[in-house]
């Protein structure tokens, strides 16, 4: 079992480099990147250029039924911080995981709190 979960760690992690090549956050439209754990969802909108983290927010204060409406409520509130802060654009960051789930909620949440990406 144990080498199981280091396989798929690996290979998220495989994926991750391949994105990050590709995505880079600027200070007009910085990098909106998504971190799993087994318990909690945390989320940062970074500005690689200036190598800054603008705006964070986990699922640790929220409260919810379920993990997807925890992670809906974190997409909200990512967006609410990031328009006070001006930031209207950013750039996705799934991290390597797929895009279903959690994930998906944060992302749609986001979107719908103004956030375009």
Wanted: net charge positive.
């Amino acid at each position: 079992m144990k080498n199981k979960n280091i396989l798929k760690t690996k290979k998220r992690e495989r994926r991750h480099a391949k994105i990050r090549a590709k995505i880079i956050g600027t200070s007009e439209k910085p990098r909106m990147s998504v971190f799993k754990s087994n318990r909690f969802l945390y989320v940062q909108i970074i500005d690689d250029e200036a190598g800054k983290t603008l705006v964070t927010g986990s699922t640790k204060g929220i409260s919810g039924k379920n993990q997807l409406e925890k992670a809906r409520s974190l997409g909200e509130n990512i967006a609410k911080k990031a328009i006070e802060k001006k930031i209207k654009k950013v750039v996705f960051d799934r991290s390597g995981y797929i895009y279903t789930g959690k994930i998906k909620k944060v992302a749609s949440a986001a979107r719908e709190g103004g956030l375009k990406f």
